[in-house]
């Protein structure tokens, strides 16, 4: 049987699901479906086509922790030194090193319906934010109107995908400071992680005892990234370059 594709949902027969079943349903990801799963996990574009060249960024000095003990990494640097590039590098790998499996999310009489769902999830506090309140103007939305939330996904709902994934990428903490309610739903997506024992990696320009600072994170937090996290301070030049080079001369 041809392997299933991944992250969309299909329709097997019962026959076809029990072969998957004999086969454990777990298959390697092909470059395709990495790819698709990066977009899909939240990844721009710009850090899923990565050059190869920038393969070299993930030595054995951070794969080692992060792959081999499990720990989650916070990487903290000034601007432009690769750390959102870092992050991409690192879930690519994590597709390499894992096969996929299915996910059944439906069963009729002769069918069954699986999903590959992506498996990591890439995040900033403000798409936290900005998913919540697109959640809940969505409930309110009438039935497939306009602006309404085709899956009828709730705030909850969303927010359980960033607490259940099995890595979180959660880039550039600390860049904005949090109203309440905003700061409380990022807090409790990295309380549930934690106590889940789920792997995290945290991107930021600021240290961890400036994000347990009044309105970041919170010392309580911050507690827990530092108990469970590989500190990687990423020291290197700003890699940025002026898209026009002003000619000096
Ligand atoms: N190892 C590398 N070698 C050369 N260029 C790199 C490398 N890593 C990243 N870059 C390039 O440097 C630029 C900045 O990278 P990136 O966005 O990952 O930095 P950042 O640390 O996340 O910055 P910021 O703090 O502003 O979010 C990008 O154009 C990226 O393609
Ligand atoms: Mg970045």
């Not at 790819?35 to 086509?49: C, P, W």
């Not at 497939?144 to 705030?155: F, I």
């Not at 880039?171 to 905003?182: I, M, S, V």
Request: hydrophobic share 35%; glycine share 12%.
């Amino acid at each position: 049987m041809n392997a299933p594709r991944c992250f969309v949902e299909k329709n097997f027969t019962k026959d076809q699901m029990l072969e998957c079943a004999h086969d454990g349903t777990k298959f390697p990801y092909s470059q395709d479906e990495i790819r698709e799963g990066l977009i899909k996990g939240g990844f721009g574009h710009r850090f899923v086509d990565l050059p190869e060249k920038y393969g070299d960024a993930k030595g054995e000095r951070l794969t080692d922790p992060f792959f081999s003990r499990g720990l989650g990494l916070f990487i903290h640097g000034g601007v432009g030194r690769g750390k959102t590039t870092l992050c991409a590098l690192l879930a690519k790998e994590y597709y390499l090193r894992h096969p996929a499996f299915l996910e059944v999310v439906g069963v009729g009489k002769d069918l069954a319906q699986l999903v590959c769902p992506p498996i990591l999830r890439f995040a900033t506090p403000s798409m936290v934010s900005m998913g919540v309140r697109e959640a809940t103007d969505g409930l309110r939305q009438p039935w497939g109107g306009e602006g309404g939330n085709k899956h009828r996904q709730t705030p909850v709902g969303f927010l359980r995908e960033y607490s259940k994934c099995r890595v979180l990428f959660l880039d550039e903490l600390g860049r904005d400071l949090l109203p309440g309610f905003e700061l409380r739903n990022l807090q409790a997506v990295i309380y549930a992680r934690y106590d889940e024992g789920l792997q995290t990696v945290y991107a930021s320009n600021y240290s961890l005892e400036e994000l347990a600072g009044a309105g970041q994170l919170g010392g309580h937090v911050v507690s827990r990234i530092q108990e469970t996290c590989r500190i990687i301070h990423m020291n290197g030049p700003d890699y940025r370059e002026p898209a026009i080079k002003i000619n000096q001369a």
